[in-house]
């Protein structure tokens, strides 16, 4: 199969770890290109195309064109039973806020190869990027995706505690 730019794909198999989300191809090169998607650690990774030896559904990389199975699951309606209550919730952390200042948002996690070593980039084509730099870590949304990784370089993960100053 042809794959072209802006083709959206289903990805099941990255970098020889099975997987499931979908993602947009970009610059197709003679045998890799580079995916595009929202989902934690895989934005901006180099994946090879069909051409290459190396994909297929038991090989390092695999993926099919996407259909609209994402989108077709009926959306689930949520209702708030206790309206008040729920204000009363939503005030609590409103207050929270305006007493420490900061609001907590979810952790993310970044790998640390060894002290003062990080991980940059990790692609589907076993290429890896490492920096001194922490600030330039590659900043990994999901635990799972980092401890993948993690396992490659032999290193370990660190929890970013991360806050919104109010």
Not at 31 to 58: A, M, R, V, Y
Request: proline share 2%.
């Amino acid at each position: 199969m042809e794959f072209k730019a802006g083709d959206r794909v289903h990805v099941k198999r990255l970098s020889g770890f099975d997987t499931d989300f979908y993602a947009t191809l970009s610059n197709i090169g003679a045998d890799i290109c580079q995916l595009k998607c929202s989902t934690g650690g895989f934005e901006n990774i180099w994946i090879f195309l069909p051409s290459h030896h190396s994909f297929g559904p038991d090989k390092k990389d695999y993926y099919t064109l996407a259909t609209d199975e994402e989108d077709t699951e009926e959306p689930v309606i949520q209702r708030v039973e206790n309206i008040n209550k729920a204000i009363e919730e939503s005030d609590k952390y409103i207050e929270q806020a305006k007493h420490d200042h900061k609001i907590k948002l979810d952790n993310n996690y970044i790998i640390e190869v060894k002290k003062g070593l990080y991980v940059a980039l990790v692609a589907s084509n076993g290429y890896l990027k490492l920096t001194n730099d922490i600030n330039e870590a590659d900043e990994y949304e999901f635990e799972n995706a980092a401890m993948k990784h993690a396992d490659l370089v032999d290193g370990r993960i660190l929890n970013l505690k991360r806050y919104v100053e109010v």
